[in-house]
């Protein structure tokens, strides 16, 4: 569901005060309501629930003692849809010229 360089929009924002210390400490700021963010990283979470995602928008340091970057629970996002207005784009044109045709009789 959730690739490296997708885009995501988080639906559910952190609350700093609900927050460990240690979480807080390792992040300089926390994803809000609507914001978008692109996916660097992905990890698997000790609990195989959900995964753990790291944005190219929001660098955290490592957590001391440990190799990784804390990451954020990809249940706090979700994918961002990119629609392709292709198909609209090719109807207007069909109509552009069924105008057309109209004036030219």
């Known amino acids: 569901m959730f690739q490296i360089g997708q885009q995501v929009v988080c639906v559910k924002g952190y609350v700093p ?7 807080l400490e390792a992040h300089p700021r926390l994803p809000k309501d609507n914001e978008i963010f692109t996916i660097r ?17 929001i660098i955290s340091s490592a957590v001391v003692g440990n190799d990784w970057e804390q990451a954020f629970s990809s249940k706090h996002f979700k994918p961002i849809r990119k629609t392709d207005i292709s198909i609209f784009e090719g109807m207007l044109k069909s109509v552009k010229a069924d105008q057309k045709d109209l004036i030219d009789a």
């Open 41 to 57: 990283d992905i990890q698997n979470f000790w609990d195989g629930k959900h995964l753990g995602l790291c944005f190219e928008e």
């Open 17 to 23: 005060e609900l927050m460990p210390k240690v979480f």
